[in-house]
């Protein structure tokens, strides 16, 4: 899966981690203890959110790329 969501990726000292946010996916997050490891985890859990969605007959919001509050 190709990633078209914005990630908003961070390190955070009280986590020991990379922090991945997918703004547009309300609540999808992700982490890992490198970048890379953070961006495979989010590329995972973005395709896990929209499966939940589909399941529940939720819509999925379209990919917009850059947002302006990022």
């Known amino acids: 899966m190709s990633i078209k969501y914005e990630l908003i990726i961070y390190w ?3 986590d020991h981690s ?3 946010e ?3 996916l309300l609540g999808c997050m992700a982490d890992g203890a490198t970048y890379e490891q953070a961006v495979m ?3 995972v ?3 896990e959110w929209i499966e ?3 399941e ?3 819509p999925i919001p379209e990919p917009k790329g850059r947002l302006l509050y990022a």
Do not use: M, Y
Request: hydrophobic share 45%.
């Open 22 to 24: 997918v703004p547009e």
């Open 18 to 20: 990379f922090i991945v």
């Open 41 to 43: 985890n989010a590329k």
């Open 56 to 58: 529940l007959g939720r």
């Open 12 to 14: 955070s000292d009280e």
């Open 52 to 54: 939940t969605a589909r």
């Open 45 to 47: 859990v973005i395709e």
